[in-house]
């Protein structure tokens, strides 16, 4: 099954003829750079990513990045936390991500999860807290895309609130070399 990106946007802001809650499989890597993209293009205010290394979200395409700071320019309120257990893989791949943090540092914000608690093989994204994608762990690409279901991601707002919270401070937006 491939991912409409178009329809499935138009569809998760109501103005398409299916405004209720949809759950999508996500079963290939093009489909999970489609279902990024729809959360990218439906997100509006808050957009909540958790994973190991962020690799597997390819937040840092072009494309993806663009749509991250026109997200951030449009509403003062906006807010964009990734959450990681290892942040080598940022350091190393995400160059145009650490750009834009530089950028907003006050709104684009990254931490490294809490080693008694991290994020481990849970990767998944939560947006405006009724979208999310939130995929299985594996070497396969597996998972779901839902569209207005907050009931369905409440687990996943709840797991992300409380590793947040429990998560060292902020990354530096600048290295502090001695």
Known sequence: MTIDVDLLAQAALGS??????????VDSRANLQRAV???LSIGRRRLDFADRDL???????KTHVDRLEQILLSDR???VRILVDDTAWLDAHAARLKHLQRTFSHCLRMRQSAAEDPVGDDAFAVVDAVHGLALRPGELVAGSLWLNSPRALRPWRDSFDRRWDAASHDLAVFALGL
């Open 37 to 39: 993209s729809v959360l």
């Open 16 to 25: 398409g003829a299916g405004a209720g809650a949809q759950e999508l499989p």
């Open 77 to 79: 309120l906006a807010c």
């Open 55 to 61: 690799s597997r979200f390819d937040l840092t395409l």
